[in-house]
């Protein structure tokens, strides 16, 4: 049984920053990668940024420079967003693949959490 809940989302204006956070428990395998998703309305789910086991990062494009990802000890997982736009606002989910990460594609994303919305005005 495994479990992510996200938390820290809200409403943000343009150029303000928001710390999201993972909380993962009852992990029943290695997981080697993790990850942010965020999902817009009228758009498909995309990858935002993540982190392997050995702390090797990959972020989107749109986010390079801006946001941050990171894990602690627990592995717990947060995104540090920063110099927001209104173009960032979407749901936001964390997700858990029992290999390091290699691709975006959701189906090697094992685990989801139900999102943490934010809105940037």
């Known amino acids: 049984d495994v479990q992510l809940v996200e938390s820290g989302g809200g409403s943000v204006q343009a150029g303000g920053s928001l710390r999201l956070s993972c909380v993962a428990s009852?992990?029943?395998?290695?997981?080697?990668?993790m990850a942010w998703f965020r999902h817009a309305p009228g758009k498909a789910r995309e990858g935002v940024a993540a982190?392997?086991?050995?702390?090797?990062t990959t972020y989107a494009d749109s986010v390079k420079g801006r946001f941050t990802i990171s894990k602690d000890n627990a592995k717990n997982l947060y995104l540090q967003m920063n110099s927001l736009r209104p173009e960032d606002t979407a749901m936001y989910y964390c997700?858990?693949?029992?290999?390091?990460?290699?691709?975006?594609?959701?189906?090697?994303?094992?685990?989801w959490g139900q999102g943490t919305q934010v809105t940037v005005s």
């Open positions: 997700a858990a693949g029992q290999r390091n990460c290699y691709t975006w594609d959701v189906e090697f994303f094992a685990d």
């Open positions: 009852g992990y029943a395998y290695t997981t080697y990668c």
């Open positions: 982190i392997d086991s050995d702390g090797a």
